[in-house]
């Protein structure tokens, strides 16, 4: 059975930081893509980021050159390294694996306040 267990969330001040983790376990063979996704109060939900097994990342344009993603494919952990938080930011953010299905995480709070 696939397990996805996210960490790191948590109420910071604007211009903080935060790291998300996201560990899965369950899986048979590679993840191909993981990713970070958000959904705000009111809001559909969005992608941040992805990166997939090469490497190759793709990007929300409203946190460019302010998060990074990474992953540790040892482990099959995902990261989400926030800087410069925005009260903008402030949703539920949830880790997706994706292998031959999507898997989803269970989604930690993060609240930025001004």
């Known amino acids: 059975q696939v397990r996805l267990v996210e960490s790191g969330g948590g109420l910071v001040q604007a211009g903080g930081s935060l790291k998300l983790s996201c560990a899965a376990s369950?899986?048979?063979?590679?993840?191909?893509?993981m990713g970070w996704y958000r959904q705000a109060p009111g809001k559909q939900r969005e992608l941040v980021a992805t990166?997939?097994?090469?490497?190759?990342?793709d990007w929300s344009d409203s946190v460019k050159g302010r998060f990074t993603i990474s992953r540790d494919n040892a482990k099959n952990t995902v990261y989400l390294q926030m800087n410069i938080l925005k009260p903008d930011d402030t949703a539920v953010y949830y880790c997706?694996?994706?292998?031959?299905?999507?898997?989803w995480g269970q989604g930690p709070q993060v609240t930025v306040y001004s």
């Open positions: 997706r694996m994706t292998s031959r299905y999507h898997y």
């Open positions: 369950g899986f048979i063979g590679s993840i191909n893509v």
């Open positions: 990166i997939a097994s090469d490497g190759s990342t």
